[in-house]
């Protein structure tokens, strides 16, 4: 397995997941319906875990692209790299979107309220004020690269022992504590991949992709993975 292959696996197994527990949460006639925000937090927390363990010897799985432009932003990753990472990230979140529509197949009519169905696929805010949203995207995304480089999971040799599920609980941490005005996007290949699944796959009655909102879980992340890594390095050195 190279690089590519494990960015883009590991990425489909956190939106099949982490999506997956949206699905769950959200959908009619789940056996999971209704369970609330503590089971889709810690949902996101072991889809993010699960990844590490799988393919962070191969590629670090950064399964993010804040978290690609934040270590390159302060030279622990090669620029020249970054381009295919964010690549194999993106379709890794479109394929793993696909799995979660295929899993909940027999669900998707089973809910009648469209934004139910969109919110399975990608964030949307509580409150809609762009400026605030993008706040809160950037300092959730950079809390959670700050906090990668503090457990020093960017070496891909961790891929073992308590570092990948400390980065699932710091996840958790940020979704219970920072994800209530946004849903915690804090991933633009997590919401963006499947946001444009959910326009291109036939789901009866899903109504728009809310296209309006889908720069503001980009750029937010971007902007706070970036942050999130240069404070590190200056608090704590390079």
């Keep these: 397995m190279n690089a590519f292959v494990a960015e883009l696996v590991g990425t489909a197994l956190l939106v099949l997941l982490g999506d997956g527990v949206v699905a769950a949460v959200l959908l009619g006639k789940s056996k999971a319906q209704g369970s609330g925000w503590i089971e889709i937090t810690a949902g996101w927390a072991f889809a993010v875990a699960l990844p590490v363990y799988a393919v962070g010897r191969v590629s670090g799985a950064h399964i993010n692209p804040a978290v690609t432009l934040g270590l390159a932003a302060v030279g ?19 394929l793993g979107a696909v799995l979660v529509w ?29 400026g605030a949203n993008v706040l809160t995207e950037a300092i959730g995304a950079a809390v959670l690269v700050f906090g990668v480089l503090a457990l020093g999971s960017y070496k891909p040799a961790n891929d073992s022992g308590l570092t990948p599920l400390l980065v699932g609980v710091l996840v958790w941490s940020i979704g219970l504590s920072l994800g209530g005005p946004t849903g915690y996007a804090i991933n633009p290949a997590r919401d963006l991949a499947p946001r444009i699944a959910h326009a291109l796959l036939p789901i009866p009655g899903k109504g728009g992709s809310d296209w309006a909102y889908a720069w503001v879980p980009v750029l937010g992340p971007v902007v706070g993975g970036v942050l999130g890594a240069v404070v590190y390095v200056k608090l704590f050195g390079g």
């Design 102 to 130: 295929l899993t909940y197949l027999v669900h998707w009519a089973e809910t009648p309220d469209p934004d139910l169905k969109r919110a399975v696929f990608c964030t949307a805010p509580a409150i809609r004020r762009y």
């Design 76 to 94: 622990r990753f090669p620029w020249s790299s970054v381009p295919g990472y964010v690549a194999a990230q993106f379709l890794g979140a479109f």
